[in-house]
C-alpha cells in the first residue's frame, strides 16, 4: 500500500506563483514514475505532469508546460509541482499518483495510488 500527501495548495492572485509538494511512503519510492492531475469544479480530472523515476525525464500537459515544473527528491520520497504564472483556469483541486512503472505517463489509468489532493484557487 501506498500513501500520498498532497501539501502546498491555498489562494492566489493571477500571475503568482505555488508549489505543491506530495509525500510519499509504503513502497520504494524511488522505482516508480509520480504525476499531477487535477480536477476543476464540474470537469473531469485531467494530466498536468509527469516525472519518470529517476527525474531525468518530464511531461508536461501543453496549457501548462512552460508554466509549471515537476521535480522529485528521491533520498526524501517527495515529488513537487512548482506554479508560475498562474490563471483563473488553474483553479482546481490537485492530485498526486503513483504510477505502475519508471517511465512518465499522461494517462490516468496507468496510475495506481491517489493522494487525497489539494484546493488551488486564483483569482482574477
Known amino acids: 500500500q501506498v500513501q500520498l500527501v498532497e501539501s502546498g495548495g491555498g489562494l492566489v492572485q493571477a500571475g503568482g506563483s505555488l508549489r505543491l509538494s506530495c509525500a510519499a511512503s509504503?513502497?520504494?519510492?524511488?522505482?516508480?514514475?509520480m504525476g499531477w492531475f487535477r480536477q476543476a469544479p464540474g470537469k473531469e480530472r485531467e494530466f498536468v505532469a509527469s516525472?519518470?523515476?529517476?527525474?531525468?525525464?518530464?511531461y508536461y500537459a501543453a496549457s501548462v508546460k512552460g508554466r509549471f515544473t515537476i521535480s522529485r527528491d528521491n533520498a526524501k520520497n517527495t515529488v513537487s509541482l512548482q506554479m508560475n504564472s498562474l490563471k483563473p483556469e488553474d483553479t482546481s483541486v490537485y492530485y498526486c499518483?503513483?504510477?505502475?512503472?519508471?517511465?512518465?505517463?499522461?494517462?490516468?489509468?496507468?496510475?495506481?495510488?491517489w493522494g487525497q489532493g489539494t484546493r488551488v484557487t486564483v483569482s482574477s
Open positions: 516525472i519518470n523515476w529517476s527525474g531525468s525525464s518530464t
Open positions: 509504503g513502497r520504494s519510492f524511488s522505482t516508480y514514475a
Open positions: 499518483a503513483s504510477t505502475t512503472n519508471g517511465s512518465y505517463r499522461a494517462y490516468q489509468g496507468d496510475y495506481e495510488y
